[in-house]
């Protein structure tokens, strides 16, 4: 328990798969009191107060409309749906019930992101000029990788777009503002798959053989890179792939301005740099800051700097954040407001990519 | 649960604090049963197998003794004692009790540190020629940073040298082998230190003023530099300091072998990096090499690499050894004859300061 | 000299400059024989065989032209000339008269450079699929920064774009294969410049006030982004700018294929970051390669790696192609239908920015 | 011609190798006027002011001696002689003589290094704690390495220590101070070596076959570790070896001090890292200062940073002060004291390993 006291302490009720064996593992393995495997079972229980939505995106949107519709408070995995127009209808029960909602996007509680928030946010690097922000994975690159929802356009809506560009999507729109207008190149590098007794270990490694030698097509982008504008006037430069050899899940950006520089890599997750023209002549070069007690959330995890951040850790972050909107005393990390602007800018992307032309980002509302 | 099915769970029984409202709020935030605040009522209750010895050095044989003696088995804190003496007294007790004893070298746990081990058991690096080992912090610099229990001679037994060299050492014990003898310099910096209403914050921060005036004299060291000669041939540089600007918390090794070289620093915790001759000619270079899926524990933490691993993390794997230790199916990470092999040699390196010559390890038994 | 023998041996005989103040102290400095201050008198001369064309760029054309009229070898500065249309005559020029032609991207004769070339071309990193490589620089962000020939249009052609993104565009056509078409955002983002007595000194710097109070319109990019496809399928992100904090002069790519990654950095010029799918499984990563004696043109140069490299080293790789292409004995770096090429691809960026379309490449011939 | 105008113009007149064939080339490849194969005659002549002795290490007294006695400036490599007792002689005959004495230790020059010193004399680093140096290769790994000059105690003096281990001790002294006393441990990992056709590459290869079978006692240290303290009060840790698989030509030191850390590797030559609590607090991290026209010897070089550095370059910055010093308008940037001084803190390492006891240095005079 990092942050104590804490607004709510969350409680482990119900845990759902449509394995019972899974479920009932996952109850026992994480604590929890009680187990379900159909998913409308659970949002309708009276010991549920938040439901927390980790299905493929195709179920999304319905898990989350009926648990809203029930009163329960939702925290949605990313991207929010599998396109705009779900997430529009997501966004629109949860402010006519009034509940509190929130989406992944986990990396805007990354100690160095939230650095990096309030240093462009107190001008310490002037206006922005550009950002680069990248998502990088290498695990779908053998053919023999076989198929999963997450290479199944009607089970995840895009490929690497959705699934990690929209991360760095989000974190773009975190720290610089909204976009204007994108235009991308996609690309399906691998058009079929394996449906496969084969089972797909970490980095791209696939024990076995395939022995059923049936395919499937795969309707997912393996790589996208986009250019965009913002509102504000900056550009930005996009890439989101699953087929960058040597980058396991590497989250990066790099943000120029008027009066200096920001560069972050989840390769070194509790460090940012910082290039700042306020410092003397000679005496300027980008600083590699590390987070401790001193920066976001650092009271809470660190004694010392240069101690670690698992997943765990980050996940306890968006948590607290999470029950802290729930006691009325916070806001969440990132809502569905978020979660659906996203999707307008994946959608753009997608369009952009079909048309080759720029496309504009719906103002949304 | 990272580790699933463990061998054995644990159950958080007993917490104690002299405090008795750090004790109430210790079990309430971190969901023990109950609270005690004299450690010798934690030691004899029937609801507890495992003592955790979490208290300044200088408790940690009266402790651990006691445990042991009800039949407990000990995890400690390190450095196990204040000196090898005592260190020798508990391994003593731990071997005539035959409890699970464990020291809390939790570094040899980390991903990157047991692939190092591997590589070398393997053969990877040859012959080890050289190993600088440093261990630095930069906390305790500013003359304002008040007494502690750390930095009082009584209570810690050494300063820099037992509490964080000895991770260093302990390392290097690991990977490379048992220590011949010891030459030192050892310093003390700041002499004397305010007793002091000052509150310590993170990094060396002090907030407030001294107002008391009053000073204590300062009994341990802040730096430690040392040469080693291994039994195996191999010559080793170690620094542990709490004098060193920018290393907040910094734990980093060097090794270079007859056949490659490792390199690893807690400031990338999750990277290894390992120069091999056996790579063709020309592509030879030091590669960086990424904790995954494939590597030592990597199962439990990371569906992809690059995904962090924080301070709570690696005591999972820690807890996990134990709990495999306890029910019979596995060895801890490092065990009470470790604690005492560490302080023997610490003691050594005391002496060697304090004479200016070199001292020989004793062998201990 | 480094190369020794050389195939030629280069003879300083005439320095140009139009000062005759600068044109003698050149001459003294770098020990020409002679000086002239008409560039027309020079390109007659018979005491020259090779004429080496370092002029603004409005100047390429005529220069390198009426030295091939003239019978003379010319190896002019990047880019080659204002647009293509001008860079063809002038490679129209080269092929009729057989002189030994060659244009100033000098960046593939870095030895990390060839050694990427030859690893992609023994198939190290299997079927490129992405590229992306940036220029940049942080020079101009000042508005105070005067008007120079590098940010007036008539004389430079383009700004960032030509004369630094170039070299990325080069690199890339050097190591990825021809561009197909490209879409680009580009920007002005300082519209106009104090004409001025204040002398611009290194990294942006600016002595002295501005006491005119003119100022001239900059009708150059500062920054341009842009997407790419090549010819065999490859995508390409590319950003040149003079507009990056912290980013002093940093030619920079990452290659990533089918089967392993390249990552290079001028920040780093003698190392080149090799990921291979053809290490063993769990020892793969990225693999820092630095250059010496076995790299490419490593014996002329260092009897151990990381000695370093100047920009004169790089230089005089270059010279060395040149003597050896004017002795018939080999090849020069990069020859004006380089240079050709690299213009057709710069005006298609800047077509497309003005159109907002993606822009074809035209073939050339 | 970096340094315009210098305060005195080299002329290369006379080249002296003993082997004719190679003294011809040399003057060929170098430009030198003539050349002689006795150094006898070299030192005598009237057409030469300036001796550049780059003889193995065991000629460097008898050729600077000469030298000096024919009123002849002189340039010697390091280490300056084979023992401090030498040394003394040349420093006595310098003084005597009233020439300019320089000796190579042209890592002094290194404009990051230039910096460092700024920085620590102008307090931006407070008092200096610990200095931490080393200099690492790995070409003598291979046993079958053969006998050299380097390797041979009689031409060479001592090993690693001397040849490299001497620019560690000499940038110490540059940067910290006087030392007070050393201890040593010091290894000659291969004890015998090839007496050989055999012919030696870069980076430890060695080409064919040894069919001789014969072999000689290696006489030299290969890695010495030593400890070292400073007459201020700070202490030292020092590695010099030539078995670092993977440090191809390494020269790197970490300062810690009470205000401050600067930590440099010639991995990154042009670079210094700078930790100042004088940055704001949460501010505060190591800064990567990257060397351009605004530090030592910037402007001679570089219109931007991040334009590389090679061995030439900085060799251009010795000879720049060299010739300075010469025409009574500077410096050399270390004179044979600093070799003189190097010596003995050498002779004192030696001893110690020998004895295995701290000695002092002597405080010459």
């Not at 604590?31 to 998913?39: A, I, P």
């Not at 519709?69 to 997501?90: D, F, I, S, W």
């Not at 509790?270 to 600083?287: H, I, M, N, V, W």
């Amino acid at each position: 328990m990092y942050f104590w006291k804490p607004s709510a302490m969350p409680v482990l009720s119900v845990i759902c798969d449509s394995s019972e064996d899974r479920a009932r593992t996952g109850r026992d393995r994480y604590g929890y009191k009680d187990y379900v495997f159909d998913w409308k079972d659970l949002v309708k229980r009276d010991d549920v107060d938040l439901v927390d939505v980790g299905t493929p995106n195709f179920l999304h949107k319905d898990v989350s409309i009926a648990a809203m519709r029930n009163g329960k408070h939702v925290y949605c995995e990313k991207p929010l749906a599998l396109n705009a127009k779900e997430a529009k209808e997501m966004l629109d029960e949860a402010r006519k019930r009034r509940v509190v909602h929130a989406v992944g996007y986990n990396n805007r509680c990354l100690p160095a992101v939230v650095m990096a928030k309030n240093l462009i946010e107190e001008g310490h690097i002037g206006e922005v000029i550009n950002c680069r922000a990248e998502y990088l994975q290498d695990w779908a690159i053998s053919p023999l990788v076989p198929m999963e929802w997450r290479l199944d356009k009607k089970a995840a809506g895009s490929g690497a777009l959705g699934d990690i560009g929209s991360h760095a999507i989000d974190l773009a729109r975190f720290l610089v503002g909204e976009f204007e207008e994108v235009l991308a190149v996609s690309r399906t590098l691998v058009k079929e798959r394996p449906i496969s007794e084969l089972s797909m270990l970490g980095g791209g490694k696939v024990s076995g053989k395939d022995v059923s030698g049936r395919r499937e097509k795969v309707g997912v982008d393996d790589s996208v890179e986009f250019l965009a504008r913002f509102e504000d006037g900056a550009a930005g430069l996009f890439h989101a792939s699953r087929f960058s050899h040597g980058r396991k899940n590497t989250l990066a950006f790099e943000i120029y301005g008027s009066k200096g520089s920001l560069v972050f890599s989840s390769e070194s997750m509790c460090e940012l740099r910082f290039y700042s023209t306020g410092d003397a002549e000679g005496l300027q070069g980008f600083k590699t800051i590390k987070m401790g007690r001193q920066h976001p959330y650092g009271e809470a995890f660190w004694p010392l700097a240069d101690s670690g951040m698992g997943y765990a850790d980050l996940k306890s972050i968006e948590i607290s954040a999470l029950m802290d909107a729930i006691s009325g005393k916070g806001k969440v990390s990132a809502d569905f407001e978020d979660g659906y602007r996203a999707m307008l800018i994946c959608d753009a992307v997608i369009e952009s990519a079909d048309t080759k032309e720029w496309v504009a980002i719906q103002k949304g509302d």
